[in-house]
Every structure is written in structure tokens, then in C-alpha cells.
């Protein structure tokens, strides 16, 4: 049976884990036959180097996404000296269309600009010209509708439960030099009950190469100890979520979304207000998140950031 005193390795930049009954996936696989309904049919994928990047909706005639999904982000400014760059995107429906920045906001990777976290793209050549409402208000428990190409499958508990073990096998075998794999059968009930591990969840759980130090380790053997990779990442298809407004962050402009959950690849996508009777209204911009499984932060539930269309609604209606 596995200790918990062996466990050392990781601790410091992967948290402990949680029961798999604390996780649940609140996101769902959207339908083809729900492509052509709003708010959905505003979303589009943004490509770069040959797969999905992040995600961007459209608003009155403009591509809306995060900042940090631009190249090389941190040093643009989005003034007069601006060099113009065009990106690639696919609409649900496998269109491809390209678009040029013509305007994005401060961020450069440090927490007091998160609300420059936004970037405005418009299309070259021709495209969708509908026009969609902007929110006058955003209020605390407004129920918002989020879809994106998040990296990860949609997860059953089955799913969380098996990650958590496999990767509690692979602690283990790190930690005392055993190939990977030998504690694939492990029995783990015992430190997966422990009193320390009934919150956290696995964060910063990344596919391979994607640079988080424990978890980067983890899935890159995760093979040895049964799961399979190429199936949990998944950015093909488009993934949808109703989640609530809370707060704004320690009164600033940026909003959080409680009850919610996001991946890598959702970056940039709409958050929706729901007004009733199939309306919405745009609300604003996915930008941060935290890469959970288990626990009840399960899937970024809890840490969700996303910048309100007050902070850049000006540049939005400006015409260029």
C-alpha cells in the first residue's frame, strides 16, 4: 500500500488531490444541429502553427479574443506603431477566414493588467456582418453561456477518478526511482482519503511539452499507468458551459465566473449573458483560468477571470 509520507516530490508546485466525487465537468459537447443558434454560432476557432490556439467570437463584424493568444503579446501595444499581423480562423461549420489586429488592450503577462486581456481582430475581406447586443450591465449571479475549443475532453467522474490514481501511482513511483509503471495497480485508497487531499484536485494539468514542471511530468508517462493521452485532449469540437457572475476582482475590472470551469484552448472565448427567450448579450472575454482535475476546483471552477466588454466596448464600436 502507498504512503503518504513518500509522496514529496511535486508537492510544492502540483497541490494534493481530492476525492473524484468533489469534480464534476459541467461543460457539454455542442450538437451540430445547435451551430446556427446564438450565442454559439459567434464562435470560431483561432488557429496558429496548424491547430487550435484559442478561441474568438464574432461581434458585429469583428473577431473578440484574449490578448495573450496574439504572438509575442507581452510587447505589443496596439498603437501607431502597431505592425499589422493577420490570423487565421475556422468557424464551426470548417470556414476558414483570416483577420487583421487592428486593436487590443495593455495586458503583458503580469496580474495588474489582466484587464488589457482583449484583443480586436477584423476580417479580411468579406464576412458575417450580423449584429449582436452588447451588454449595457453586468450583474452578480447573471447566468452567462461560455462555449470554446478547451483542450480537455469532458471528463465523467469515472475519468477524474481514474487520472487522480494513475497520477497518485506515478508520486509514488517518481519518488522512490521505480520505472514508470511498476505501481500501476497500486492500492491508493488510503492516501486518496486523507483529510489533506479532499479539496485541491491535480492543478496545472497540461498535455506534454506544454512546460508545467509535475504534471507535464505525469502526462508524459501517463501511458505507463493507463491513461491515454491522445484521448483526453480533444480541441476538435466545441465544448459549451452556463456558469454565474460573481464579484469583480478586488474591485478592479476584471469579473470571475463562479460554478464554472475552462480549459487551454478556451482562452479568448465570449462570455454570454443570458437575457431569456434565446437572447444574449456579449458580456465579455475569457482570460484566465487555473487547470484543475478534481476537487473543488475542478476544471478552473472557481478561478475563472474573464474582462467585461465595459473595459474595451468603445474600441469595439469604433469604425477603422
Same mark, same amino acid.
Given at each position: 500500500m502507498i504512503r503518504w509520507g513518500l509522496l514529496a516530490v511535486c508537492v510544492m508546485c502540483v497541490p494534493m488531490v481530492a476525492m473524484a466525487g468533489d469534480a464534476a465537468d459541467i461543460r457539454r459537447y455542442l450538437t451540430p444541429p445547435e451551430y446556427g443558434n446564438a450565442p454559439h454560432k459567434y464562435v470560431l476557432k483561432m488557429m496558429g502553427d496548424g491547430r487550435v490556439k484559442c478561441t474568438s467570437n464574432l461581434v458585429n463584424g469583428k473577431f473578440v479574443t484574449a490578448k495573450h493568444c496574439l504572438n509575442n $503579446?507581452?510587447?505589443?501595444?496596439?498603437? @501607431?506603431?502597431?505592425?499589422?499581423?493577420? $490570423?487565421?480562423?475556422?468557424? +464551426?461549420?470548417?470556414?476558414?477566414?483570416?483577420?487583421?489586429?487592428?486593436?487590443?488592450?495593455?495586458?503583458?503577462?503580469?496580474?495588474?493588467?489582466?484587464?488589457?486581456?482583449?484583443?480586436? +481582430?477584423?476580417?479580411?475581406?468579406?464576412?458575417?456582418?450580423?449584429?449582436?447586443?452588447?451588454?449595457? @450591465?453586468?450583474?452578480?449571479?447573471?447566468?452567462?453561456?461560455?462555449?470554446?475549443?478547451?483542450?480537455?475532453?469532458?471528463?465523467?467522474?469515472?475519468?477524474?477518478? @481514474? $487520472?487522480?490514481?494513475?497520477? +497518485?501511482?506515478?508520486?509514488?513511483?517518481?519518488?522512490?526511482?521505480?520505472?514508470?509503471?511498476?505501481?500501476?495497480?497500486? @492500492?491508493?485508497?488510503?492516501?486518496?482519503?486523507?483529510?489533506?487531499?479532499?479539496?485541491?484536485?491535480?492543478?496545472?494539468?497540461?498535455?506534454?511539452?506544454d512546460g508545467a514542471m509535475c504534471a507535464t511530468d505525469f502526462m508524459d508517462n501517463a501511458s505507463a499507468y493507463g491513461i491515454d493521452v491522445d484521448a483526453w485532449f480533444d480541441n476538435s469540437e466545441p465544448k459549451t458551459r452556463k456558469c454565474s457572475v460573481a464579484s469583480t476582482n478586488d474591485g478592479g475590472d476584471m469579473r470571475w465566473l463562479q460554478d464554472c470551469n475552462a480549459w487551454m484552448g478556451d482562452s479568448g472565448a465570449g462570455v454570454w449573458k443570458d437575457m431569456g427567450d434565446g437572447n444574449y448579450c456579449f458580456a465579455g472575454v475569457l482570460s484566465q483560468s487555473k487547470d484543475h482535475v478534481g476537487g473543488t476546483n475542478s476544471i478552473g471552477r472557481g478561478s475563472i477571470q474573464f474582462v467585461p466588454v465595459t473595459v474595451f466596448q468603445s474600441s469595439l464600436q469604433n469604425d477603422t
Open positions: $503579446y507581452t510587447n505589443k501595444t496596439c498603437t @501607431n506603431d502597431m505592425v499589422a499581423e493577420v $490570423y487565421e480562423f475556422q468557424s +464551426l461549420s470548417g470556414d476558414s477566414v483570416t483577420a487583421k489586429l487592428i486593436e487590443c488592450g495593455g495586458y503583458d503577462g503580469t496580474g495588474g493588467t489582466l484587464a488589457g486581456d482583449w484583443a480586436i +481582430l477584423e476580417p479580411v475581406g468579406e464576412s458575417n456582418s450580423e449584429l449582436v447586443t452588447v451588454c449595457d @450591465n453586468i450583474d452578480n449571479g447573471d447566468t452567462i453561456v461560455m462555449t470554446g475549443f478547451g483542450k480537455l475532453k469532458v471528463l465523467t467522474s469515472d475519468d477524474v477518478q @481514474n $487520472y487522480i490514481h494513475a497520477y +497518485l501511482r506515478f508520486l509514488f513511483d517518481a519518488q522512490t526511482g521505480r520505472p514508470m509503471g511498476t505501481s500501476r495497480d497500486a @492500492n491508493v485508497d488510503e492516501l486518496y482519503q486523507r483529510g489533506q487531499a479532499s479539496k485541491k484536485g491535480v492543478q496545472e494539468v497540461r498535455s506534454p511539452g
